[in-house]
């Protein structure tokens, strides 16, 4: 069994910044993709993020290309994503996940059908 516990989500104004965390714990079974996805009220989940653990190689979402990071500590088997110039459209319960992923070029696409285990999710909400 996998878990992976988020933290870090909350409440910010428009332009804010916010770090989330998302810890690994238990048989991960080698699965090279980690990532984070958002979904807000009456929409479909969207990929935000991924981060391959052998190749270190990211995918982002357009849309958060150049304000948000994601970054890992593989000894703490722990996943960060680091948010920038945040905008009310991106308020969301943001998840994480980890799986095999669809990997291509030694990177993790941002397909959310690929991974296996999902964590309980963190709030965030951005103010105008």
């Known amino acids: 069994q996998v878990q992976l516990v988020e933290s870090g989500g909350g409440s910010v104004q428009a332009g804010g910044s916010l770090r989330l965390s998302c810890a690994a714990s238990g048989n991960t079974y080698n699965w090279p993709c980690m990532g984070w996805f958002r979904q807000a009220p009456g929409k479909e989940r969207e990929g935000v993020a991924t981060?391959?653990?052998?190749?270190?190689?990211?995918s982002y979402a357009d849309s958060v290309k150049g304000r948000f990071t994601i970054s890992q500590d593989n000894a703490k088997k722990t996943v960060y994503l680091i948010m920038n110039s945040l905008k009310p459209e991106e308020t969301a319960m943001y998840y994480c996940?980890?799986?095999?992923?669809?990997?291509?070029?030694?990177?993790?696409?941002?397909?959310?059908?690929?991974?296996?285990?999902w964590g309980q999710g963190t709030q965030v909400t951005v103010s105008s």
């Open positions: 996940a980890i799986g095999p992923g669809f990997v291509a070029s030694g990177v993790c696409r941002l397909d959310g059908r690929f991974f296996i285990n």
């Open positions: 981060i391959h653990s052998g190749t270190g190689s990211t």
